[in-house]
C-alpha cells in the first residue's frame, strides 16, 4: 500500500492535493492534462521534491523525509535514464551496488536480467551503440535488478514509436507480475492506460480523484475524463 | 557530504584571500607614510594601464574584424595562436621582445642600416609593448565572440538592403562594439594595473615602477615590511576600486566557444577590403610570432648545455605546476558542486571570482607578515608560490566548471539520486567521466600558469629554492642570453605541454 495523506504540493502558484490509498499490486496509471501536475507528484513520491504538507507512507513506513535512494521503489524518468559514458551492463549493475563493485553471484544475477529483457550480449556496449527501444530495456532491467516494492514511471518509452512502446508496456506489465512489483506509470495517452493499467487516478483542478478500475472508468467515464478525452 | 566539503573549501579560499589582505591592511599604519615615489608608482599603473587596455583594443579591433569575415585555411589555427599569449610564461615573451626590439635585436639592425638611431626597449615603452603583447590577442578573440554574437540573419538582411561595408560597421559592428568594448577595457585595464613580471624585466625606474615592482623592491631591497605593506594597500584599493567598477559591466568570459567558423558576409569581397584583412591578420601574427620563434630557434642549440641548476629548477617548476594543477582542480570541483547543489550558493560564485582582483604580491607580502613569527618565509617559498598559484587560477577552474556541472546535474542528478549514487561512488562513477573536459582544460590552465608564474617567487626566492622562470630572470639579468633561451624552450615546453597534455586527456574518448 501507497498511502498519501494530506499531501500539498506547492511550486510557484500551482498547487496540488493528494490523498489517496494505493494497493500494492498490478499497474496504476495516473492520467491528466499536461501542467495538471501528474509529473511533479510522481517528482514527490520519488523524493525529488520536498512536500509542502502531508505524509506519505509506503508499506506502512513513513517515507516523506528520506533521500530518494532510500525509498523503496525505483524510477524511470522520460529520458536520461542511462549514463552515456557507462556501458548497459554497468548502467545495470548500479542497481545492485551504486559504487559496482559486483561479487560474482551479483554479476550473475544482472546478466540473467539482461537476459530476461533481451539484452543478452549486449552488456559491453554503450547506451549510444544500441537502439532506443534496447536502452529503454536496460533501465527496466536495472529496475527490476534492483527489486524494490514500487516502480514508478514517468511517461515512459514516450521516445519510442506506437508499436515499440506497446511491445515495452507489455514487458513491462509481464516482468513487473514476474517479480511482484507494484507499478504507478504517468502517461497522457489513454492507450496506454487502457492497454496495461489495471487502475486509473485522474488529475484535474489541483485534485486527485480517487483509483478506478481502469475497464469501468473508460465504459462509463467520469466528467472529468470526459473533459480530458474531449 | 560533496556540497559540504564544498562550502568548507570555499570558506577556505575566502579566508585565504583575506587574512593575508588584513595583515597587509594592519601593518600599513595609514596613509601618511606615503612619498612622491609611491604616488609615481600608482600614476604609472594607473596611466600604463590605460594606454595598455586603448592600444590592445584598437589593434585588436581590425584583426577581429578579418577574422570574422574571412574563413581561409588556416583560420583555426590563428584563432589557436591567439589563445596561446595566454598561458605563455611572461618571461619568455619579454625575452622575445628582447630579442626583437632590444639594442642588438631586429628592429635595431634595421633602423642601425638606415642610419637611425637605436630605440630602446627598457623602460614605459617596453612595459606598453609586452601588456600589448599578451592583451592584444585576448582583447581579439573576446571582441571576435561579440562579431560571432550578431546574429546571421541580421547580416542577410543588410545584404539583401544593398548594404557597404561602411553601412554595415554604422548599423551592426558598432553597436556591438559599444556594448562589448567597456567590458573587456576593463578586463584588461585589470590585467595591467596587477602587472609584475613584465614591469619586473623591462621596466623600473622613476618612470617606470608599477605598485606591485614597488612592492617587490621594498621586500627585496629595502627590506622595509611597513612600506611594502603600505603599497599593498594601495595595490589592494586599486584592485577593489576596479572589481566594483566591473561589478557594472558585463565582463566578458575568455574561452568562449563557436569561434571555429567566419559567417557568410556579402559586403566585403572587394580587393581593397581583402587586402586589408589580408594585412591585419598576417601583422598580429607576425607580432605574436616573431617573438617567440626567435627565442626558440636560438634556444636549441644551447638546452644540452645548461648547467645542472636549471634543470633541477625545471623539475621544481613541474612538480610545482602539478600540485597546483590538483589542488585547484579539486577546489574548483568542490565549490562547483556547492554551487549548484546548496541554497544560496552565490556567494561562493563570488569568492571565486574575487580572487582575479588579488593581486600575487599583495598576497605574497601578506603570507609573509602571517608567516614571520611562526617560521622562516623564505623556507616557505615553494609553498606559498603554489598557494598562491592556486589562488590565482581557481576563478578560471571555476569558469570551466561551475556551468558543466549545473549541466550534469540538470541531466542526470536525478538519476543519480534514485539509485542512491553519492560520495565516492558518484564522484568516480559519474563526475570525473562527465566532467572530464572541463577538468582536463582547468588542470592544464593551472599547470601552465603555475610552471611560468614569475610572482611571489621573486619575493621569496633564493638560489637553492628558485622555479625555472625566476632562474630564467636572472640569466636575462647577467646577460647570459644564449642560455635564458634554452631556458625558455624548456619553460615553453613545459608549460604548453602541461596544457596540452591535459587539456588532451580530457577531450579523449568522451562518449
Redesign the interface.
Known amino acids: 500500500m501507497l498511502t498519501l495523506e494530506d499531501i500539498i504540493l506547492a511550486q510557484g502558484d500551482f498547487t496540488l492535493r493528494a490523498e489517496v490509498d494505493l494497493p500494492s499490486g498490478g499497474i496504476t496509471a495516473l492520467m491528466g492534462a499536461s501542467g495538471s501536475g501528474k509529473s511533479t507528484l510522481l517528482a514527490a513520491i520519488a523524493g525529488f521534491l520536498p512536500v509542502a504538507s502531508g505524509r506519505m507512507t509506503i508499506a506502512g513506513v513513513d517515507v516523506t523525509d528520506l533521500p530518494p535512494g532510500d525509498r523503496p521503489l525505483s524510477i524511470l524518468f522520460q529520458d536520461q535514464n542511462l549514463f552515456p559514458h557507462l556501458t548497459i551492463a554497468q548502467n545495470v549493475g548500479l542497481g545492485l551496488r551504486p559504487d559496482l563493485r559486483l561479487t560474482s553471484e551479483q554479476g550473475t544475477a544482472r546478466d540473467a536480467v539482461l537476459n530476461k529483457v533481451g539484452l543478452a550480449g549486449l552488456g559491453g556496449r554503450r547506451p549510444a551503440e544500441v537502439s532506443g527501444g534496447q536502452q529503454s530495456r536496460a533501465a527496466l532491467a536495472r529496475a527490476l535488478l534492483r527489486g524494490r516494492p514500487w516502480l514508478l514511471l514517468d511517461e515512459p518509452f514516450s521516445a519510442l514509436g506506437p508499436a515499440l512502446r506497446r511491445e515495452m508496456l507489455t514487458l513491462l506489465r509481464d516482468t513487473a507480475r514476474d517479480e511482484g512489483q507494484s507499478v504507478l506509470m504517468v502517461t497522457h495517452a489513454p492507450e496506454d492506460a487502457i492497454a496495461v493499467a489495471d487502475r486509473t487516478i485522474l488529475i484535474s483542478d489541483g485534485a486527485l480523484e480517487p483509483p478506478m478500475a481502469t475497464v469501468d472508468l473508460f465504459a462509463d467515464p467520469t466528467p472529468a475524463l470526459r473533459a480530458y478525452l474531449g | 557530504m560533496g556540497p559540504r566539503l564544498g562550502v568548507i573549501a570555499a570558506a577556505v579560499v575566502a579566508g585565504a584571500l583575506l587574512l593575508p589582505l588584513i595583515a597587509v591592511a594592519w601593518r600599513a599604519e595609514g596613509w601618511s607614510g606615503i612619498d612622491a615615489r609611491d604616488w609615481g608608482a600608482l600614476w604609472f599603473t594607473l596611466w600604463q594601464s590605460v594606454v595598455s587596455a586603448t592600444v590592445s583594443i584598437l589593434l585588436a579591433i581590425p584583426v577581429a574584424r578579418a577574422l570574422a569575415r574571412r574563413d581561409f585555411v588556416g583560420r583555426g589555427g590563428v584563432v589557436l595562436l591567439l589563445g596561446a599569449p595566454f598561458i605563455l610564461p611572461v618571461i619568455v615573451a619579454v625575452l622575445g621582445l628582447v630579442a626583437v626590439f632590444g639594442r642588438s635585436g631586429l628592429v635595431n639592425g634595421a633602423l642601425d642600416s638606415l642610419g637611425l638611431g637605436p630605440v630602446s626597449i627598457y623602460g614605459w615603452q617596453g612595459v606598453i609593448l609586452a601588456h600589448v603583447f599578451f592583451n592584444m590577442p585576448l582583447a581579439t578573440r573576446l571582441i571576435l565572440q561579440g562579431w560571432h554574437a550578431i546574429p546571421g540573419e541580421r547580416l542577410r538582411l543588410a545584404a539583401s538592403l544593398g548594404f557597404t561595408a561602411t553601412d554595415t560597421f554604422r548599423r551592426l559592428e558598432w553597436p556591438m562594439l559599444r556594448s562589448v568594448v567597456p567590458g573587456i577595457f576593463l578586463v584588461i585595464f585589470l590585467i595591467c594595473t596587477t602587472s609584475f613580471a613584465v614591469a619586473l624585466a623591462l621596466g623600473g625606474g622613476p618612470g617606470a615602477t608599477t605598485v606591485e615592482l614597488a612592492i617587490y623592491q621594498a621586500f627585496r631591497f629595502d627590506f622595509d615590511l611597513s612600506r611594502a605593506a603600505l603599497l599593498g594597500a594601495i595595490q589592494l584599493t586599486l584592485g577593489a576600486t576596479a572589481a566594483l567598477l566591473s561589478l557594472r559591466f558585463a565582463l566578458p568570459s575568455g574561452f568562449g566557444a563557436g569561434q571555429d567558423r567566419a559567417v557568410a558576409r556579402w559586403d566585403s569581397r572587394t580587393p581593397l577590403l581583402r587586402l586589408q584583412d589580408a594585412v591585419a591578420i598576417g601583422l598580429a601574427c607576425a607580432f605574436l610570432l616573431i617573438p617567440v620563434g626567435l627565442v626558440l630557434a636560438d634556444g636549441v642549440f644551447a638546452v644540452f648545455d645548461l648547467p645542472a641548476t636549471v634543470w633541477w629548477a625545471a623539475f621544481r617548476s613541474l612538480v610545482m605546476a602539478l600540485i597546483a594543477a590538483a589542488l585547484t582542480t579539486t577546489i574548483a570541483f568542490l565549490m562547483a558542486l556547492a554551487v549548484v547543489e546548496t541554497r544560496r550558493g552565490g556567494w561562493i560564485d563570488l569568492v571565486g571570482s574575487l580572487s582575479i582582483a588579488a593581486s600575487p604580491l599583495v598576497l605574497g607580502t601578506g603570507l609573509f607578515l602571517i608567516l614571520l613569527p611562526v617560521a622562516n618565509p623564505v623556507s616557505l617559498a615553494l609553498p606559498v608560490t603554489v598557494f598562491v598559484n592556486v589562488v590565482l587560477a581557481l576563478p578560471f577552474a571555476l569558469r570551466a566548471l561551475i556551468p558543466a556541472m549545473r549541466t550534469l546535474m540538470a541531466?542526470?542528478g536525478?538519476?543519480s539520486?534514485?539509485?542512491?549514487?553519492?560520495g565516492?561512488?558518484?564522484t568516480?562513477?559519474?563526475a570525473l567521466?562527465?566532467l572530464r573536459g572541463p577538468i582536463g582544460f582547468a588542470a592544464g590552465l593551472t599547470a601552465a600558469l603555475s610552471a611560468g608564474d614569475l610572482g611571489v617567487i621573486a619575493l621569496f626566492g633564493a638560489p637553492d629554492r628558485a622555479t625555472l622562470p625566476l632562474v630564467l630572470y636572472q640569466l636575462m639579468g647577467s646577460y647570459r642570453m644564449e642560455e635564458a633561451k634554452a631556458a625558455a624552450l624548456i619553460l615553453v615546453v613545459l608549460s604548453l605541454g602541461l596544457f596540452w597534455l591535459f587539456e588532451r586527456g580530457g577531450r579523449r574518448a568522451?562518449?
Open positions: 541531466d542526470y536525478r538519476l539520486a534514485s539509485l542512491g549514487l553519492s565516492w561512488a558518484w568516480r562513477l559519474i567521466p562527465r568522451d562518449a
